[in-house]
């Protein structure tokens, strides 16, 4: 048996290195994907994990009740014919209903992924070969850049000016302009797509969109406990540099005098998440990166925070960049000179 399933594993690495050797890059990119994409989730994820003591005593509590309970019944039916049930069967039968339950959930969760991937319209190789590139922090910033500096909406639709906020108690939020532009819309119906300017964004019906989440403002890198705060809205994991987008003016292109590629627009955060749909939602860069739940960042693995700038290009600042260097950054026409960081 062993033997067997040597041979198995051995013939299925070879089939795999011949595949990733003779086959197309969208090929060798599936295969490597397929076959080592368990290895750096578990990087990524077990770096943010943290375990909950609690938990952890409570689970190992019920697996101890189930043994001892899975032990009691087969012991007491062997009782009666002289014959001894061992513990250690009694824990290997208790393993044995932890993965049957466990790969039960599995194939449950395959063939629903299965009959979603025969019925959807996109293209199949967008969710296999191309899916991992897409879900990438800089690719969503770099589609997020597109958003809000095509030339529709940067010229033509706010009339050459930053997604701007002006009114004290504006009813969309920068993100709602960037959303209402966006090929991609908030997960849910798409023909209800509707908003109220006359009401608060927090009330009906504007609030009924808002509760939806929107896949563009999120990073999928970073663990979260929920992509919906206590009120059920749907967060933002990106937030607008306060120097440049606010409530208190607008700044046209030609306004931005230490030009538009030494000018941070929106950033990363991984803290103190807003819903998107939520008026004010900007910071100061010059709080730091990865320093607390007001500034901005990224994920544990990024060791910093992606920056969408205001020419559209994507900048990676580590969490080591100087203060004074993400001050003159967030400033519009501070007259610093200074490096984009690397």
Same mark, same amino acid.
């Given at each position: 048996?062993?033997?067997?399933?040597?041979?198995?594993?051995?013939?299925?690495?070879?089939?795999?290195?011949?595949?990733?050797?003779?086959?197309?890059?969208?090929?060798? %990119?599936?295969?490597?994907? =397929? !076959?080592?994409?368990? *290895?750096? $989730?578990?990087? @990524?994820?077990? +770096?943010?994990?943290? #375990?909950?003591?609690?938990?952890?005593?409570?689970?190992?509590?019920?697996?101890?009740?189930?043994?001892?309970?899975?032990?009691?019944?087969?012991?007491?039916?062997?009782?009666?014919?002289?014959?001894?049930?061992?513990?250690?069967?009694?824990?290997?039968?208790?393993?044995?209903?932890?993965?049957?339950?466990?790969?039960?959930?599995?194939?449950?969760?395959?063939?629903?992924?299965?009959?979603?991937?025969? %019925?959807?319209?996109?293209? =199949? !190789?967008?969710?296999? *070969?191309? $899916?991992?590139? @897409?879900?990438? +922090?800089?690719?969503? #910033?770099?589609?997020?850049?597109?958003?809000?500096?095509?030339?529709?909406?940067?010229?033509?639709?706010?009339?050459?000016?930053?997604?701007?906020?002006?009114?004290?108690?504006?009813?969309?939020?920068?993100?709602?302009?960037?959303?209402?532009?966006?090929?991609?819309?908030?997960?849910?119906?798409?023909?209800?797509?509707?908003?109220?300017?006359?009401?608060?964004?927090?009330?009906?019906?504007?609030?009924?969109?808002?509760?939806?989440?929107?896949?563009?403002?999120?990073?999928?890198?970073?663990?979260?406990?929920?992509?919906?705060?206590?009120?059920?809205?749907?967060?933002?994991?990106?937030?607008?540099?306060?120097?440049?987008?606010?409530?208190?003016?607008?700044?046209?292109?030609?306004?931005?005098?230490?030009?538009?590629?030494?000018?941070?627009?929106?950033?990363?955060?991984?803290?103190?998440?807003?819903?998107?749909?939520?008026?004010?939602?900007?910071?100061?860069?010059?709080?730091?990166?990865?320093?607390?739940?007001?500034?901005?960042?990224?994920?544990?693995?990024?060791?910093?925070?992606?920056?969408?700038?205001?020419?559209?290009?994507?900048?990676?600042?580590?969490?080591?960049?100087?203060?004074?260097?993400?001050?003159?950054?967030?400033?519009?026409?501070?007259?610093?000179?200074?490096?984009?960081?690397?």
């Amino acid at each position: 048996m062993i033997k067997y399933v040597i041979g198995m594993v051995v013939c299925f690495v070879a089939v795999s290195v011949a595949v990733m050797i003779w086959g197309g890059h969208p090929v060798r %990119e599936f295969v490597w994907t =397929l !076959t080592t994409g368990w *290895v750096t $989730y578990l990087a @990524r994820v077990t +770096s943010a994990m943290h #375990v909950d003591l609690v938990s952890l005593l409570f689970g190992l509590a019920l697996f101890a009740i189930m043994v001892v309970a899975i032990h009691g019944i087969c012991a007491g039916s062997l009782r009666t014919s002289g014959r001894h049930w061992r513990w250690t069967w009694s824990i290997a039968s208790a393993v044995l209903v932890v993965v049957l339950f466990v790969s039960g959930t599995s194939f449950v969760g395959l063939v629903s992924k299965s009959r979603w991937m025969l %019925e959807t319209e996109q293209p =199949l !190789t967008w969710q296999t *070969v191309e $899916y991992p590139r @897409r879900t990438s +922090s800089r690719y969503f #910033v770099e589609s997020f850049a597109r958003d809000v500096l095509t030339e529709t909406s940067w010229t033509d639709t706010y009339l050459n000016e930053v997604p701007k906020q002006g009114d004290p108690n504006p009813v969309l939020s920068w993100q709602t302009q960037v959303a209402l532009l966006s090929w991609e819309r908030p997960i849910g119906p798409q023909d209800d797509f509707e908003l109220d300017e006359t009401r608060p964004w927090d009330e009906l019906p504007n609030a009924t969109m808002y509760r939806r989440i929107m896949p563009a403002f999120l990073n999928l890198e970073l663990i979260v406990e929920s992509f919906h705060d206590e009120r059920g809205f749907a967060l933002s994991h990106y937030s607008a540099n306060s120097h440049l987008i606010n409530d208190k003016r607008s700044w046209t292109v030609e306004q931005i005098e230490d030009g538009t590629g030494m000018t941070l627009l929106v950033g990363q955060v991984n803290e103190g998440f807003m819903p998107w749909g939520q008026p004010g939602n900007w910071r100061d860069p010059a709080e730091g990166i990865n320093r607390g739940p007001t500034g901005f960042g990224g994920a544990l693995s990024q060791k910093g925070a992606l920056f969408l700038m205001a020419d559209g290009s994507v900048k990676l600042l580590s969490e080591e960049t100087d203060g004074e260097v993400l001050k003159a950054l967030a400033t519009p026409a501070g007259g610093e000179d200074i490096a984009v960081p690397d």
